[in-house]
């Protein structure tokens, strides 16, 4: 195996290192292409059901790998866009997973194993707003769907039915309905691809089930894994920090130190992250 196949860092900028996973990502296609290729001329010739069930199956991690390298070609054309339009803004990956749902607004949670919020990356600031606002509540879709390793889809008043003050909260934030797919990786979920105002004909097309497993299986974790998602996932540390620094002011546990910043934050209307920074430079007192 070569650095390059083994996961070692490339030279040069983000758009070399996603093209090159691109790239590689392409060639695994391919391979998987030819190998669903072998066992259909063998299912033809002997008739045997375990050549068709592994051309199958061969297709499926295929598209998987088509879908992840399409991903990352995605991402090299929005940089060379952000440079040539000289706007200084880098571009962020979860633009193009959501352009690639077919909607604007796209989230995606990393979680832990008592379904907290450990990272969040989000396409734009309606998507981030939801992200907090299911961290704030403990409760939506991304939970549901962590929760029971399946598929969450959920718009209009059964939003606000299912989970009372999320759906408010999210049509406050211009959404009005979400799907919410697991990222299972073997016998985990590590964490939830969330799809906001998406296509009815894209989710039944299948289309979100090949994005959350190429980012799962291609992007999150594998040869390439890239968790960071190019410095677009932010982690909640600030926020646990904050709550750390208010349980030993207060003598509260830092169970009960998160709950006030998340109150505090959901009152105000105003990002978990300003109330953690305010709490842990002491400009803001809870008790």
Same mark, same amino acid.
């Given at each position: ?29 391919? %391979? ?6 072998? *066992? ?10 375990? *050549? ?5 199956? *061969? ?12 991903? %990352? ?43 907290? %919020? ?26 549901? /769907? /962590?929760? *029971? ?49 998406? /296509? ?88």
């Amino acid at each position: 195996m070569s650095a390059m196949e083994g996961g070692f860092p490339e030279a040069g900028g983000p758009a070399d290192t996603a093209r090159a996973r691109a790239g590689r990502a392409d060639r695994r296609a391919a %391979q998987e292409v030819a190998n669903a290729e072998r *066992h259909e001329r063998r299912f033809a010739e002997t008739g045997r059901e375990f *050549h068709s069930a592994m051309a199958t199956r *061969h297709r499926a991690v295929a598209e998987r790998h088509l879908t992840t390298a399409r991903l %990352q070609h995605a991402y090299v054309l929005r940089l060379a866009e952000a440079e040539s339009e000289n706007s200084g803004v880098p571009p962020l990956f979860m633009a193009g997973v959501a352009e690639a749902c077919g909607t604007r607004s796209a989230a995606l949670t990393l979680l832990g194993d008592d379904l907290s %919020q450990l990272a969040v990356a989000a396409s734009d600031q309606p998507s981030r707003g939801a992200q907090d606002l299911e961290y704030v509540l403990t409760a939506g879709p991304g939970r549901d /769907a /962590a929760r *029971h390793r399946r598929a969450v889809y959920a718009s209009g008043a059964t939003l606000e039915r299912r989970w009372p003050g999320y759906g408010s909260g999210l049509a406050a934030l211009g959404l009005r309905a979400v799907a919410a797919l697991p990222l299972n990786a073997s016998s985990d979920c590590i964490g939830v691809l969330t799809v906001f105002d998406p /296509a009815a004909a894209l989710a039944r097309s299948g289309r979100f089930r090949e994005v959350a497993a190429a980012l799962a299986d291609g992007v999150l974790i594998g040869p390439d894994a890239d968790p960071g998602l190019y410095g677009g996932t932010d982690l909640r540390a600030v926020v646990h920090q904050a709550s750390g620094v208010l349980s030993e002011q207060s003598g509260s546990s830092v169970d009960d130190a998160l709950a006030l910043i998340k109150a505090r934050s959901f009152a105000l209307g105003v990002p978990l992250e300003t109330v953690a920074r305010r709490v842990i430079s002491g400009d803001l007192k809870l008790k």
